[in-house]
Nanobody, 122 residues
């Protein structure tokens, strides 16, 4: 079965950093657009970032703090999250998009796997 697996979440204090990783099982990323969205309790899915074969995009709320990267040799996409804020607390999912654009939204994602919980304490 095709699977996308997110990992690297945890509990961190405000101002801290975490690095999330996304790997594919039975799914080769190649040049596909891969990204991250998050969902906090009681809130709608929110796009965070995506990366194509050429470009990386972010939503305004994380721009300058988060960095997405990909390693096609390892079939992995990473999200480096710095200067974390309590409002970044959510379950983070990695997923595939039909296309990657600036300020991706939750509905851009067409396939995703289990998420990883990020909790930022104040």
């Amino acid at each position: 079965d095709v699977q996308l697996q997110a990992s690297g979440g945890g509990l961190v204090q405000a101002g801290g950093s975490l690095r999330l990783s996304c790997t594919g099982s039975a799914y080769s990323f190649n040049d596909d657009s891969i990204g991250w969205f998050r969902q906090a309790p009681g809130k709608e899915r929110e796009g965070v970032s995506c990366i194509s074969s050429r470009d990386a995009y972010y939503v305004d709320s994380v721009r300058g703090r988060f960095t997405i990267s990909r390693d096609n040799r390892k079939n992995a996409v990473h999200l480096q999250m710095n200067s974390l804020k309590p409002e970044d607390t959510a379950v983070y999912y990695c997923g595939a998009l039909v296309g990657c654009r600036d300020s991706p939204v939750g509905s851009d994602f067409v396939y995703w796997g289990q998420g990883t919980l990020v909790t930022v304490s104040s």
